[in-house]
């Protein structure tokens, strides 16, 4: 009944305010009748600035006049604060969590870890090829043995390839194993985040018990933490208990970990510990085998015709790899057609024909380091042999032809390099080209591949 | 009293009584499918990004708004962000959304190509992911062809569901422009709308907008629609060729 008052208020103001208005400054107020005062709740400060400025009298006299005090109702106060309404004691998740019998002591310090384990990511839906091999492998023996294998177990490796389903498999199969396993799976950001809240709610000693009495800690993205020179610190202190313990760390990064800059030295050489693994781009036949693989789960019938034409055109990882197959299975359930080569394509029109236009300066350092079987990490290294340095220069060369960056941002993209350093590498490709047959055909192979 | 039209015009009340950017407003056209995956949220897998592009007119703002008012009507939170608009209050604006079962942003190349926006998004997307939300994104361009600051947010967002608009053709135009009519309680008769047609920028935009002019004016004036009316409105308007 205490919401009724307010949804004739907010009714009336959805007749009377500027639609878009309403839905972007009214609509997100959350409401709580609390005796006779009727409490607003403001997602953020500039939600709260708005409605007062705005609309505040007019709820107010919204209230008065449509309250209906034939029934008892009375003209209550508003108020209006930034936050979310409180949540009701009740739904405490008490009474059906009895499945793990006080099987953890500091209970509350460990609610506090942030993230769960996603049970979707396990070893057995992992399509393996020799682009994740090494890492799979390896995760798989941290999940048997974990905190002895290897400790900690860095994987590394470009956006949508693998690396946080890796986790989550090791963190499953120890929790299949050990039911009662305190594991937390944190992003870097979210470890941050509640850090950040743990000070400011002076519960930062139960931050630290929380994190350092785990048996396993799944870090995700640890480039998150550069620059972030108090989270590193208490970081160093939580990986330094655990390590001690014998307790499995496993981390994530986008790159190699002495590539990560803001971070501090001292964790560098300590995620160096372990065992450090890359996870590539997957090649023709492994995206493939992802693909049918995905279908077979989802009962789709895919031909090998549609699978290689996905794979080929979407080559770049995994994540949008399979989003391109779910667009086809919805395409194809919603209008009732079979997968075909020609549906296909219709289906993937926008994604496909943005790709023809679309060289990215990622997608050419990609297909650069691939084609001369590098890590796209070693382009952007400050490494200077040769063998490195060319690739480099062709890659450089390939972003001033086929993007329209800038000088300043291709050597940006390229590890922070001035745009000299660009023009310098123009300059020798172009030199080589009319000099050296081998650079020759290394260019043209590049440029048919990125340009389709 | 009111005898002299002329001199005495009518003053509508500064109440919509048009239904506004709901579904059952929405004219679909060749849009069924997009259509029928906004009103069917929760059907759209894990992945809680879902981008609606199409070029201007196509219905983006109204959808994403419709799926807004949806999502009331079932007990969610919901929020609707203009960011064309709003992009200058900065990333803090996201802030309190993860609480939401849904988070609607128009006009996302306002923001995706700047890194603290980028990651405040990236943010919100885990947290939206944890708890089962969605981000509802809109922009005209695609997502393939927009600058993400953050590879990790773009790739999220490519591997998600993305609906594309297709613009209304002549005949679905002209149907479109008459459930339009019929929801503010307009009569439309076929010359009115094709003289109207022959002479405003052919996107759903001017279209509705003028719609909107003509019913104040026919409400104010109370005369119908006709072509010599409309005529009328055009010159006031100063919009005529």
Redesign the interface.
């Known amino acids: 009944m205490s919401g009724s008052l307010w949804n004739r208020c907010f009714h009336q103001l959805?007749?009377?305010m500027v639609?878009?208005q309403f839905?972007?400054w009214v609509?997100?107020l959350?409401v709580v009748m609390d005796g006779s005062e009727l409490r607003l709740f403001?997602?953020?400060?500039?939600?709260a600035e708005w409605v007062q400025q705005n609309v505040l009298p007019r709820i107010n006299d919204l209230c008065a006049r449509l309250t209906d005090s034939s029934s008892g109702e009375q003209i209550p106060t508003v108020s209006l604060e930034?936050?979310?309404k409180p949540q009701v004691q009740t739904s405490e998740p008490t009474a059906p969590r009895e499945a793990g019998p006080a099987q953890i002591p500091a209970k509350s310090a460990f609610s506090m870890l942030?993230?769960?384990l996603n049970p979707?990511f396990t070893f057995s839906n992992f399509v393996e090829g020799k682009s994740n091999q090494l890492a799979r492998a390896a995760a798989q023996q941290v999940a048997e043995n974990p905190g002895r294998a290897y400790n900690p177990l860095f994987i590394y490796g470009?956006?949508?390839l693998g690396k946080t389903h890796l986790m989550h498999a090791v963190g499953n199969t120890i929790r299949s194993v050990r039911p009662n396993a305190r594991i937390a799976y944190v992003?870097s950001?979210?470890f941050v985040?509640d850090m950040v809240k743990a000070l400011q709610h002076n519960t930062i000693n139960e931050f630290k018990t929380a994190y350092r009495s785990l048996d396993a800690l799944l870090i995700d993205?640890i480039q998150f933490f550069a620059g972030k020179d108090r989270s590193q610190e208490e970081f160093f202190h939580t990986f330094n208990a655990l390590f001690e313990a014998q307790q499995q760390i496993i981390l994530t990064c986008?790159r190699y970990p002495k590539e990560v800059d803001g971070l501090e030295d001292r964790l560098k050489s300590r995620f160096g510990w372990g065992l450090t693994v890359s996870v590539e781009p997957p090649e023709l036949e492994t995206s493939v085998a992802i693909l049918m693989s995905k279908a077979a789960l989802t009962n789709v019938n895919l031909p090998d015709e549609v699978a290689f034409f996905i794979a080929k055109r979407i080559r770049s990882?995994v994540?949008?790899l399979?989003?391109a197959l779910?667009?086809v299975v919805?395409?194809a359930q919603?209008?009732g057609r079979p997968i075909t080569l020609d549906f296909t394509k219709e289906a993937l029109r926008?994604?496909l024909a943005?790709?023809d236009r679309?060289v990215t300066v990622?997608n050419i350092q990609k297909t650069v380091a691939e084609y001369y079987k590098l890590r796209v990490a070693d382009l952007l290294s400050k490494r200077r042999s040769r063998s490195i340095a060319r690739p480099r220069q062709m890659a450089m060369a390939m972003a001033k032809e086929l993007t329209s960056h800038s000088l300043p941002e291709i050597g940006d993209a390229f590890g922070g390099r001035d745009h000299t350093t660009v023009m310098h590498a123009c300059r020798v490709i172009k030199d080589l080209r009319e000099t050296d047959i081998r650079s020759r055909e290394d260019y043209s192979n590049l440029l048919r591949t990125l340009t389709g | 009293m009111a005898s002299n039209r002329d001199v005495l015009r009518q003053i509508p009340l500064p109440i919509q009584l048009r239904p506004g950017s709901v579904f059952s407003s929405y004219y679909a056209g060749a849009n069924h499918e997009a259509l029928s995956v906004l009103q069917n949220l929760t059907g759209t897998g894990p992945n809680p990004v879902i981008f609606l592009t199409g070029i201007s007119g196509t219905g983006k703002t109204h959808l994403l708004q419709a799926a807004c008012v949806a999502a009331s009507d079932q007990a969610q939170q919901a929020c609707y962000l203009p960011l064309r608009e709003l992009h200058h209050y900065g990333p803090e604006l996201l802030q309190g959304t993860e609480h939401m079962n849904l988070v609607c942003l128009d006009d996302v190349s306002h923001i995706l190509h700047q890194p603290d926006w980028s990651r405040a998004l990236f943010n919100l997307y885990r947290e939206m992911e944890e708890k089962g939300g969605k981000l509802l994104l809109a922009d005209a361009q695609a997502p393939v062809a927009l600058t993400i600051a953050l590879p990790d947010l773009a790739s999220r967002i490519l591997a998600g569901a993305i609906l594309r608009l297709q613009p209304l053709d002549e005949l679905a135009q002209t149907e479109a422009l008459q459930l339009h009519a019929r929801l503010r309680g307009l009569i439309l008769p076929d010359d009115v709308l094709n003289y109207i047609l022959r002479r405003l920028p052919r996107d759903m935009h001017t279209l509705c907008g003028f719609l909107d002019d003509m019913d104040i004016a026919s409400l104010s004036s109370q005369r119908k629609l006709t072509v010599p009316f409309v005529k009328q409105v055009l010159l006031e308007a100063g919009t005529t060729a």
Do not use: I, K, M, Y
């Open positions: 959805e007749a009377e639609e878009q839905n972007t609509r997100p959350q403001a997602p953020n400060r500039f939600v930034v936050g979310s942030g993230g769960r979707e470009g956006v949508g992003h950001e979210r985040g993205d986008d990882n994540r949008e399979e989003g779910r667009r919805a395409n919603f209008t926008d994604l943005l790709q679309l990622d």
